[in-house]
């Protein structure tokens, strides 16, 4: 079976590091010139963890991980006052992996040792597909068995597959930076990944690159500000106009960063349907989600787990195959897309009788507990 992946991001190469170990040969077509990640900094929780430990990766990655001690802190925006906090030490006991935060580049770096060499293809941009026919942009075209698009929010798989329109900005941006541990307060040092939740804005903090960054990602309302690009920047005095008001604290932060990146964060509504016969899609191409349950990553490499895993056990009919992926994905994807969306009007409430009630039910349950349904899924226990 031949069988080709458009798109070497995370997505991508976890589906090819899968497939081959599951015995299936792919080949993955990628349009920059080198693998890399932009952006910065992500979480890795039990469900992302398990699945790299699988592939023979998590022990490596770990090396240039941090292994967070508490997660999902939740502080109000004016003083810092701690409204939730997960105990992650109990992570492991629960859940049989710890959480951790990592530099994209370096679980792109990971992932891609689980890879075959000569798997990737560079510097080949898909502009067309028609069936199981790709065209690349030097005028080059291929065949495959089965087609996989992993090509991102913008993906032209996706386009080819649905037709549908293009994604709707959502009206918020986000600002990110990375700050070198020598310059960061002091607060931010800690093994945490810390949420400030105010008026319309939020912003995220934890360490990475074992240590030696604080990842710095905040958001707020985009205006008529529409670039989405990860090398569009801002200036650090607009980042900080965003957060006037603030716990100071979180402005020396701002400040430590040096020149902000900053872009628009792009909305599409969760499809029904991945897959056409032998075409399909995975990760962001197939479920865009707003990062505020920091799960895009890890949703993608457990899609490329479940992927391999049906299109080894039904070879003689990869449409079926594929049927049976989306069958088993769909509802969780969609189920997460949704709570992450929801995310964003609970994070970002006005002070006053609503965000008092918000405050109070952070109260209620451990989210530790709560979010269980994220962090025990086990794609091999799947019927």
């Known amino acids: 079976m ?21 015995g299936l040969p792919s080949t993955v077509y990628e349009q920059a010139p080198e693998l890399r990640e932009v952006g910065a900094g992500l979480v890795v929780a039990p469900n992302a963890a398990r699945l790299l430990r699988r592939l023979g990766v998590l022990e490596e990655l770990v090396r240039r991980a941090v292994r967070l001690d508490v997660g999902w802190e939740f502080r109000r925006w004016q003083d810092g006052t701690v409204l939730s906090a997960e105990n992650l030490q109990a992570c492991e006991g629960l859940y049989g992996e710890q959480t951790y935060t990592v530099h994209r580049a370096d679980l792109l770096e990971a992932i891609a040792a689980a890879v075959p060499e000569g798997t990737v293809r560079l510097g080949a941009r898909c502009v067309a597909v028609s069936g199981q026919r790709l065209r690349f942009d030097d005028g080059q075209v291929t065949e495959a068995d089965v087609v996989i698009g992993a090509d ?10 649905t037709g549908s329109p293009a994604p709707v900005y959502s009206g918020l941006c986000a600002f990110r930076a990375l700050v070198p541990v020598d310059a960061a307060p002091p607060f931010a040092l800690r093994d945490a990944q810390t949420l400030w939740i105010g008026p319309d804005h939020h912003l995220v903090h934890y360490p990475i690159s074992a240590g030696k960054l604080v990842n710095l990602v905040a958001f707020a309302p985009a205006g008529d500000y529409s670039v989405e690009s990860w090398t569009a920047t801002a200036t650090v005095e607009q980042f900080l106009a965003e957060f006037e008001g603030w716990d100071p ?18 909305d599409r509504a969760p499809l029904k349907r991945w897959s056409h016969g032998p075409v399909t899609l995975l990760g962001d191409a197939a479920h865009p989600m707003f990062p505020f349950f ?3 990553a890890a949703q993608a490499i457990e899609d490329a787990a479940v992927l391999a895993r049906c299109l080894a056990a039904d070879t003689t009919d990869p449409a079926r195959a594929l049927a049976r992926y989306e069958a088993l994905r769909i509802p969780r994807t969609t189920r997460i897309q949704r709570v992450s969306h929801g995310r964003s009007h609970l994070n970002h409430l006005p002070d006053g009788p609503e965000q008092r009630a918000r405050d109070a039910a952070f109260g209620d349950s451990d989210p530790l507990v709560a ?13």
Do not use: C, K
């Not at 991102?152 to 597959?161: E, N, T």
């Not at 604290?249 to 792009?266: E, H, K, S």
């Not at 979010?371 to 019927?383: A, Q, V």
């Open 249 to 266: 604290r979180l402005r020396d932060l701002i400040r430590a960063g040096g020149t902000p990146g900053r872009w628009a964060l792009l």
């Open 371 to 383: 979010n269980g349904w994220i962090y025990d899924y086990d794609p091999d226990e799947e019927d």
């Open 152 to 161: 991102g929010m913008h993906s032209v798989v996706r386009h080819a597959l």
């Open 294 to 296: 920091a799960q895009g």
């Open 2 to 22: 031949e069988i080709a992946i458009v798109g070497g991001g995370i997505g991508g190469l976890a589906a090819a590091a899968f497939l081959r170990r599951a």
